[in-house]
């Protein structure tokens, strides 16, 4: 039995989730190798499962990583649901099935004058990239923001900056078979005045616990997402009311933080290995 863990060129071994899960599977007698989505010589067929982990490049080569992930044949979570959750535009589904999802407009032709500060970024992203803080004042630096993504094709979301972040972070909530897991906290990291960061960005983490309303919110988020979701990770941020809002929804290679709960890796683990048994 072999585990294929999907991970991208520029990080071949994959991350610490990756490291996690192969030590994990291996106490399960299941071998786990990692291969880059793109690798020319991979034989996905000889898998017994293909695990999407680390495939951070697919942001910039979305076509071809959803063709690849159509060729795959035992893959998860499945082709279908990283065709939905690749692009941020799923946010207005969960919406209308009546998740709190973070305020946003959808692709507007300028940056709004009744926000004090607000955060531009584009549908399909990872790790902050072409994501920033902008600042009543800014405005030409937020107008040639939003006017380089648009002229780039792509959607465009403009959201009020949810300032709760900044003391109470973004909680992670970890389901494995839809079951929870674990939580963790993500530092926020737009910094006001930082403008466009410049490479990829992930906030410091540590180990959290959910609140019951979370745990809520989530189980909501998961039930208005039909399909077979082996890992997902809902995250989510106190609204402008203070109550939690789904901020980002990854079902396609989130972080799974499982270097930050103890026990968290072997749950994984036996979800795979229950898979291909
Ligand atoms: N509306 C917002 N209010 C406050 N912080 C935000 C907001 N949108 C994004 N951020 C910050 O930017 C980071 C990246 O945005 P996110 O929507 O999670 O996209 P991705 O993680 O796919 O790049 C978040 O982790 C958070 O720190
Ligand atoms: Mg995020």
Redesign the pocket.
């Known amino acids: 039995m072999t585990v294929a863990l999907a991970t991208f060129s520029g990080l071949p071994g994959g991350n610490a989730d990756v490291r996690e899960l192969t030590a994990a599977l291996a106490a399960l007698g299941v071998e786990a190798a990692a291969v880059s989505w793109d690798d020319p010589s991979a034989d996905w067929d000889a898998f017994d499962l293909v695990v999407v982990r680390s495939t951070w490049d697919y942001t910039a080569r979305l076509g071809e990583f959803l063709a690849w992930a159509d060729r795959v044949p035992r893959l998860l979570n499945p082709a279908g649901t990283l065709r939905w959750n690749t692009d941020?535009r799923y946010l207005r589904d969960l919406d209308e099935a009546g998740v709190p999802v973070?305020p946003t407009r959808w692709d507007p032709e300028d940056v709004p004058a009744d926000w004090p500060e607000y955060?531009i970024?584009p549908s399909v992203?990872?790790?902050?990239?072409d994501?920033a803080?902008w600042r009543a004042g800014e405005e030409d630096a937020a107008r040639a923001h939003l006017r380089a993504l648009r002229a780039q094709g792509r959607t465009v979301m403009v959201?009020?900056?949810?300032s709760a972040?900044d003391a109470a972070g973004?909680t992670a909530l970890l389901f494995c078979d839809r079951e929870f897991s674990h939580a963790a906290r993500?530092a926020?990291?737009?910094k006001a005045g930082a403008g466009l960061l410049d490479g990829p960005h992930g906030?410091e983490i540590t180990a959290a616990r959910a609140t019951p309303e979370q745990l809520a919110v989530a189980r909501k988020v998961l039930d208005a997402v039909p399909g077979d979701l082996l890992y997902a990770r809902v995250?989510l941020?106190p609204g402008p009311d203070g109550t939690p809002v789904l901020?980002?929804l990854e079902l396609t290679e989130p972080a799974l933080f499982l270097e930050h709960a103890p026990g968290s890796a072997g749950r994984f683990a036996r979800a795979i290995a229950a898979r291909i048994s």
């Open positions: 941020k973070v955060v970024k992203s990872a790790g902050s990239r994501t803080r959201q009020p900056y949810l972040i973004e993500k926020p990291i737009l906030g995250d941020v901020l980002e």
